[in-house]
Nanobody, 118 residues
Framework: QVQVVESGGGLVQAGGSLRLSCAAS????????MIWYRQAPGKQREFVAL???????SHANSVKGRFTISRDNAKNMAYLQMDNLKPEDTAVYYC????????????WGQGTQVTVSS
């Protein structure tokens, strides 16, 4: 059974840092894109960052220069390093694994809460 589990969320002051991790079971990571989304209270889920199977990353304009996505295929892991956090980054962060070997909209985790206090 495929599982995707996010971790690393928590409460941090503005200007602080957190590192989110996404752990996936099996070999679903290889060949697929790994994507981070977030959803703030009362808002729609939004794209944060993506990293391709080849290691090319892209980030939403709202986090560019502050967040960095990375992956480790051997460990079936993805990471999101978040620096200079702002209160508007407060949200539940979700990991999504999507691509040619994943069904439909891919595999999703349950999310990890990030709260940034001002």
């Amino acid at each position: 059974q495929v599982q995707v589990v996010e971790s690393g969320g928590g409460l941090v002051q503005a200007g602080g840092s957190l590192r989110l991790s996404c752990a996936a079971s099996g070999s679903i990571v290889s060949g697929n894109n790994m994507i981070w989304y977030r959803q703030a209270p009362g808002k729609q889920r939004e794209f944060v960052a993506l990293i391709t199977s080849g290691g090319s990353g892209s980030h939403a304009n709202s986090v560019k220069g502050r967040f960095t996505i990375s992956r480790d295929n051997a460990k079936n892991m993805a990471y999101l390093q978040m620096d200079n956090l702002k209160p508007e980054d407060t949200a539940v962060y979700y990991c999504n694994i999507r691509g040619p070997t994943a069904p439909g909209d891919g595999y999703w985790g349950q999310g990890t809460q990030v709260t940034v206090s001002s």
